[in-house]
């Protein structure tokens, strides 16, 4: 993930000119760089620590990996307690998101990626959401005005080759007999809580995967400090 952030970041000229980070909250890479480095940092003290049979590494080690798992499940309780606010700051972040559509190439290809891949939406709650963005405001006096993104666009499997132009003025009350045949026209909001509710049980699964193996790691590097300390124990008698 580290390598993969620093590589978006160098394809994008950011170590040259660090003006272009305007909003940390929208740059994906700087999301790969930071996971990246953390892992990194973590998986390094926890290897080093048991090859050399460092308990100060080994330590270091359990006081990160623990608090996090304790902020994991704080964070599980707390999403599904107070579930309309997350649902309120996903929803502002996505539309931060379409208003910078065109700022980020990384934050592009990601919307793209979740529109036409994943999800098949279009916009936060529906379609017109992409009015806020000022390429595709039917006010701008670009051909892409009153228009979304190509990637709101269903598939057609007639044409070889991807029509960028598809999504061009379908906020138009001239599509409305044809709008629901060329893009989808349901949230990105909308449909991520319906592959949620159709993927709890895979979701939940890794999760608890995930934390089972961060139990298994904070109870073998207790286990090793524990066999550490009771041989240099013996050789002091």
Same mark, same amino acid.
């Given at each position: ?26 740059? #994906?890479?700087? $999301? ?8 990194? =940092? ?27 798992? =304790? $902020?994991? =499940? ?74 979304? #993104?190509?990637?709101?666009?269903? #598939? ?39 592959? $949620?509710?159709?993927? =709890? ?37």
């Amino acid at each position: 993930m580290l390598a993969i952030g620093l590589w978006a970041w160098s394809e994008k000229d950011m170590f040259q000119n660090m003006s272009k980070l305007t909003n940390i909250t929208l740059d #994906p890479a700087l $999301l790969f760089i930071v996971v990246g480095m953390s892992m990194f =940092i973590l998986s390094f003290f926890g290897c080093v620590g048991a090859l050399r049979e460092n308990t100060c590494l080994l330590l270091f080690f359990l006081v990160s990996l623990g608090p996090l798992f =304790i $902020l994991e =499940i704080l964070l599980v309780i707390l999403g599904v307690v107070y579930r309309d606010w997350v649902r309120e700051s996903v929803q502002s972040q996505v539309k931060n998101m379409i208003v910078n559509y065109r700022d980020d190439l990384d934050l592009k290809n990601l919307v793209d990626w979740v529109q036409q891949e994943w999800l098949h939406c279009c916009g936060v709650d529906d379609y017109k959401d992409w009015e806020s963005n000022m390429y595709f405001n039917c006010s701008s006096p670009g051909v892409e005005a009153c228009g979304v #993104p190509y990637s709101c666009c269903k #598939p057609d499997t007639h044409q070889e080759l991807i029509n960028r132009h598809c999504g061009f003025g379908v906020m138009k009350t001239d599509h409305d007999f044809d709008r629901g045949t060329r893009i989808y026209t349901s949230g990105c909001i909308p449909k991520g809580e319906e592959w $949620l509710e159709s993927n =709890i049980a895979p979701v939940a699964g890794v999760a608890v995967g995930l934390g089972t193996l961060q139990i298994l790691g904070i109870c073998f590097a207790q286990s090793l400090r524990a066999e550490i300390h009771a041989q240099r124990a013996k050789w002091t008698l």
